[in-house]
């Protein structure tokens, strides 16, 4: 298993300065991917924007939306975004897909949330025959488009995977909510036949160090405030020594994940200092 680490885009305080020397810094490694989250009604930066910056300035490092809110995006002008930020990267990009459960990203593009599941069916769908017609250029890296993963939890994210994507994304959580996923996608991918080898990704939040602990729960407790009681579930989960660090990448590892992204809670050098040591 790989370790990506996620990119400070929607924490409180990160600017130009701490994201040119965190994609500096993460491009030496040990870290295999760069990941960005996605949220329209927020203050945090474009995650296609960042990518692209990051790509400016690295050669090595894998690029991941983990993940876009795919409804939110014309089609045709995600094709075109996407398929101009692989080939500018020399095909790093890996394209994570998923709902979005926030409503007040909806409301603000204007795209009614009920639609969502049929707007992303139809997305898949529409990013495939656009890839693989090359009607919109330029070229990917690799025919039919960069690799895509879809994200969530319900049977019909399972179903959309296995029909249009290379490979499942989990949201976060503990190792053994990952294994549950993992195995519903294992059994999609069977069931539709597929030859081809099935990428399984997952995520965690960290915050390491006692003076980081509290900014890192408060985040958290506020960008899922949306969800209510959860919120504090989430918060919890968060990884805030390296003994936790470590039994939770090893868990990840056990259960079959094949990239585990880490995204800091904190915008601070230091924390990608310290998952660096951990991780080396």
């Given at each position: 298993m790989q370790v990506g680490i996620g990119l400070p885009t929607t924490t409180p305080g990160a600017d130009r300065t701490l994201f040119l020397e965190w994609v500096q810094k993460a491009e030496q490694g040990p870290f295999s991917s760069l990941g960005v989250f996605d949220r329209l009604a927020y203050n945090s930066y474009d995650p296609l924007v960042s990518l692209s910056a990051a790509a400016a300035i690295t050669?090595?490092?894998?690029?991941?939306?983990?993940?876009?809110?795919?409804?939110?995006?014309?089609n045709a002008l995600l094709a075109k975004s996407l398929a101009s930020l692989d080939a500018l990267s020399g095909g790093r990009l890996i394209v994570g897909l998923g709902l979005g459960a926030r409503e007040s990203d909806y409301d603000l593009a204007g795209i009614p949330h009920r639609s969502r599941g049929r707007r992303f069916g139809e997305q898949l769908a529409a990013l495939r025959?656009?890839?693989e017609a090359d009607t919109?250029?330029?070229?990917?890296?690799?025919?039919g488009g960069p690799p895509l993963l879809v994200g969530g939890l319900s049977d019909q994210t399972f179903a959309r995977m296995a029909r249009y994507a290379n490979g499942y994304l989990h949201g976060g959580g503990p190792p053994q909510t990952f294994a549950k996923a993992a195995e519903k996608a294992r059994a999609a991918w069977l069931d539709?036949?597929?030859p081809d080898r099935l990428q399984l990704?997952?995520?965690g939040y960290y915050a390491l160090g006692e003076e980081a602990v509290e900014s890192g729960t408060n985040y958290?407790?506020?960008?899922?405030?949306?969800?209510?009681?959860?919120?504090?579930r989430i918060a919890a989960g968060l990884l805030k020594t390296p003994q936790a660090l470590v039994q939770f990448i090893r868990?990840?590892?056990e259960a079959g994940c094949e990239e585990l992204i880490l995204f800091p809670t904190?915008?601070?050098?230091?924390?990608?200092?310290?998952?660096?040591?951990?991780v080396g």
């Open positions: 050669n090595r490092i894998r690029l991941a939306t983990t993940i876009l809110t795919g409804p939110l995006y014309n025959s656009i890839w919109i250029g330029p070229k990917t890296a690799c025919a539709a036949g597929r990704w997952g995520m958290l407790r506020q960008y899922y405030e949306f969800t209510g009681p959860f919120a504090e868990g990840y590892q904190v915008s601070s050098l230091t924390q990608l200092d310290r998952l660096a040591d951990e």
